[in-house]
């Protein structure tokens, strides 16, 4: 890298928000953000070229004529990442992965390199966060050491991404891995690892370096609190894939999902437990997600939720339980708490569960998120249940949107979740009334449609009491 390169613009850049000012003030004028901007070199003339695959054609094709590019995959030998991905990495393509600190992403990563070695290609691994000691300490734990991935993947502490592009560039790797982004800097720039700046231009100069070399890059991207990627949201544009690794820190299972594909599907999701020896693809991830639990408690419905393409069948939790002065809690953990509270208004008012004057938590087991409306049911009979004190029977799921006026609406995939929660031995559904002809043969599964959450709590918890003997507040 030539340290020549002429230091034309520059900018102040949010922080926060990317947006640029030409001068420095003490509160950024696009998101208010305050002390958020941070003086920027830019490059005004980025280099535009044709994303990989889409060719320099200039010329208009009929749509007939457009011919699909072959697409040779790199597998990274970990089937559920594989699958994520639409069938292993593109070469010359770019892959984000994000997680939480903590959350495995350098294990991941590290075993998908040993992968790209097992099918025969040679990985760089340029480890800003970690010391090549502490790297080689993981690959110890995951049992890579004296095996071909021991020789075939070089290690490199790094940060600067001129470096890195240059070791690259000598040693032609089929998968150059830089963990972390933040942590990546160009001499081209000002201002600190991390910073928006850097972390755009730093990918930006690692994506014309997978685009040109046809090498797959997996950049390892740290997320804060709220869930988002830390760093400009340009980034996010910038790759090809952003793949997302989610898990509560302490528990095992972690779910890989993909929020931008360009190469496959952004439906999929891989389900993996963190052992002693790395994570491991878990067998039969249908069934990972559910609590395990003797005897009937009450607060419990299982929900067969679809991630994708694959049916996983949920546990939903909730306990109520009478507030004390103030106003009551509503606590979402793994469920939308919009959704929530807007479940507790409509079982109040159409169901007659009153939950009021009740704190009301809400979680999935397991730990993973589920945003779609078709849990609305389950969540709705969990509340009902444990307000109640009555369990749902263990051999039943439940399914099916709930709409502002206590009707149930139908979902999507109905079928499948209903055969995957027969092949688990589940024997009874609760659906959405206008669906059972979709569900109609379901072998070894008692299929029963209703039209409102009332009907269906009536058949879960039984009837709703009008006027409750203890009363739905305090007793
Ligand atoms: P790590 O991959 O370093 O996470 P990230 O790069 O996302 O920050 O791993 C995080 C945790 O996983 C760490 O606390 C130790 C644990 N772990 C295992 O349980 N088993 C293993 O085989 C490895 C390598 C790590
Ligand atoms: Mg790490």
């Known amino acids: 890298m030539s340290p020549a390169r002429p230091r034309t613009d520059t900018r102040f850049v949010c922080q926060t928000c990317a947006a640029e000012q030409l001068r420095w003030e003490g509160q950024c004028r696009a998101c208010g953000a305050w002390n958020s901007l ?14 990989a695959g889409l060719g320099g054609g200039a010329q208009p094709v009929a749509l007939g004529d457009v011919i699909e590019p072959e697409r040779t ?5 970990i089937g559920e990442m594989d699958r994520v991905l639409g069938g292993g990495l593109v070469p010359g393509s770019v892959v984000l992965v994000g997680g939480e600190p903590g959350i495995g992403k350098s294990t991941l990563v590290l075993q998908a390199a040993a992968g790209v070695v097992a099918s025969g290609g040679d990985v760089l691994y340029a480890s800003g966060e970690e010391s090549p000691a502490q790297v080689r300490l993981r690959a110890a734990r995951l049992g890579l050491l004296g095996t071909a991935a021991a020789e075939r993947i070089r290690l490199f502490a790094a940060t600067e991404v001129g470096r890195i592009l240059d070791a690259a560039r000598d040693s032609a790797p ?9 942590t990546a800097t160009t001499d081209e720039l000002d201002g600190p690892a991390g910073s928006v700046g850097q972390v755009r231009q730093s990918a930006l100069r690692l994506t014309e370096l997978a685009k040109e070399s046809q090498t797959a890059v997996i950049l390892v991207g740290h997320v804060t609190k709220d869930g988002t990627l830390a ?4 980034l996010e544009h910038l790759v090809d894939a952003v793949l997302t690794l989610e898990g509560e820190r302490y528990a ?34 249908a069934r990972a997600f559910l609590a395990e639990h003797e005897a009937d408690v009450p607060g419990s419905m299982v929900v067969p939720t679809m991630e994708g393409t694959r ?13 004390a002065y103030g106003s009551a809690r509503r606590t979402a953990a793994g469920l939308d708490p919009n959704r929530l509270a807007l479940l507790v208004a409509v079982l109040a008012r159409r169901a007659g569960v009153g939950l009021g004057s009740h704190d009301v938590y809400a979680s999935l087991a397991g730990g993973l998120h589920v945003d779609e409306p078709a849990t609305d049911l389950a969540l709705a009979a969990a509340l009902a249940s444990s307000l109640r004190d009555a369990p749902v029977d263990r051999g039943t799921v439940a399914v099916g949107e709930v709409g502002l006026l206590g009707e149930l609406r139908q979902v999507a995939g109905l079928e499948r979740r209903l055969r995957e929660a027969a092949r688990l031995g589940f024997r009874r559904a609760i659906v959405p009334r ?9 072998p070894g599964l008692d299929v029963v449609a209703v039209g409102s959450v009332r009907e269906a709590l009536e058949i879960l918890v039984g009837p709703a009491r009008a006027a409750s003997p203890r009363g739905p507040g305090r007793s």
Do not use: Y
């Open 38 to 51: 941070v003086e920027t070199v830019v490059d005004r003339a980025p280099v535009r070229r044709a994303p």
């Open 73 to 77: 995959r790199l597998p990274v030998g």
């Open 174 to 182: 089929a998968l150059l891995v830089v963990d972390s982004i933040q």
């Open 231 to 234: 760093g400009p949201r340009t």
């Open 252 to 285: 095992a299972l972690r779910v890989l999902r993909t929020a931008k594909n360009r190469f496959g599907s952004t439906d999929e999701v891989g389900v993996f437990e963190m052992r002693e020896d790395g994570l491991a693809e878990v067998a039969d991830p």
């Open 311 to 323: 049916p996983l069948l949920v546990e939903v939790q909730a306990l109520v339980a009478p507030a």
């Open 434 to 442: 206008g669906s059972r002809s979709a569900a109609g043969a379901v």
